[in-house]
């Protein structure tokens, strides 16, 4: 059986704040340093786990709001984290399920509203009132900014599929003039000596 591992690049912080800053540029969207952090921090977390939704949003809202107020933070934080990120990432998704995009823009800045004001009735919580206001009041417009985050990646993504399909067939046919095209993207095929086995 063999071992299959994720290993998350180091440099993965570094590749979402630049695409979140470019996205930000590309659609004039002016937020805090604090909010792009926070939003840097929860694509690489979940990069590596993925959201879990595992109840219907609703449930999960009635859930938080009939809880302790410390987990109902926790329940309601969760919420708003995986409807952004799934409401940003997953569009086409949502454009085939039964509910549309207004649904999860509406559920996930409620959950952020409401964590901003248990925040700021918790000793020290009220540096966390400005993030949670500003991710509930704009969650639309940060939903946008993670769609361009999210075709960006996935066209990089074709771009990267269609560089290696290319170089593939290059290592097949030796085609002088794909040799020519992957060196316009900057690839320089190095031809190797065949060995023969006597």
């Known amino acids: 059986m063999s071992d299959t591992r994720v290993v998350v690049s180091s440099g993965l912080e570094d590749f979402f704040r630049t695409e979140v800053t470019q996205a930000r540029s590309n659609l004039g969207i002016d937020l805090s340093d604090f909010t792009e952090f926070y939003l840097v921090n929860m694509l690489c977390g979940f990069s590596q786990t993925g959201p879990i939704l595992d109840e219907p949003l609703v449930l999960q809202y009635k ?34 399920s039964l509910v549309d995009i207004d649904y999860y823009v509406a559920m996930g800045g409620t959950a952020y509203n409401n964590v901003s004001k248990i925040a700021g009735n918790q000793p020290g919580g009220e540096v966390f009132v400005d993030l949670y206001s500003q991710l509930a009041h704009r969650f639309a417009e940060l939903v946008d900014l993670l769609n361009e985050v999210s075709e960006k ?17 290059w290592l097949r046919t030796k085609s002088a003039r794909i040799r020519k095209l992957l060196a316009e993207e900057g690839l320089i095929p190095i031809e190797t000596p065949t060995k023969y086995v006597q």
Do not use: H
């Not at 107020?69 to 998704?93: H, P, S, W």
């Not at 990646?153 to 067939?169: E, I, V």
């Open 153 to 169: 990646c996935r066209n990089k993504m074709r771009a990267d599929r269609d560089l290696l399909r290319l170089y593939d067939r």
């Open 63 to 96: 859930r938080a709001l009939e809880s302790q107020t410390n987990q109902r933070f926790k329940i309601l934080k969760e919420l708003g984290d995986a409807t952004l990120y799934i409401a940003g990432f997953f569009v086409e998704f949502i454009e085939r």
